[in-house]
């Protein structure tokens, strides 16, 4: 694992990882979007709340990525036992 510095809501963190820097800078940047975001919606939030309310954020977007991972891998499993139904039905 090596030390990347990320910047976080004008804080600097040390994180260790095996990700790249690029990686970890990406990540960084959508926390810092999703902070910016949630300050210029709301006011007077303390930082704590804001970090929870972009930790929920976040943790919705994922579950909804999820979500539709799982519908698609559905999808794909049905069709491809479709074409194959196809296929042995031109086959025999």
């Known amino acids: 694992m090596k030390q ?7 804080q600097e963190y040390v994180i260790k990882s095996d ?22 919606n709301t006011e007077g939030l ?13 943790a919705s ?6 979500k539709e991972r799982d519908e698609l891998s559905v999808n794909i499993r049905q069709r491809t036992e479709a074409l194959l139904n196809n296929i042995e039905s031109v086959m025999d």
Do not use: G, P
């Open 46 to 58: 303390s930082e704590k709340k804001m970090a929870i309310l972009v930790a929920l954020n976040i």
């Open 19 to 40: 990700e790249s820097a690029e990686q970890l800078s990406r990540i960084a940047d959508y926390v810092n979007d999703k902070l910016k975001e949630i300050q210029d």
């Open 61 to 66: 977007e994922y579950f909804q990525a999820i």
């Open 4 to 10: 990347i510095k990320v910047k976080i809501y004008n």
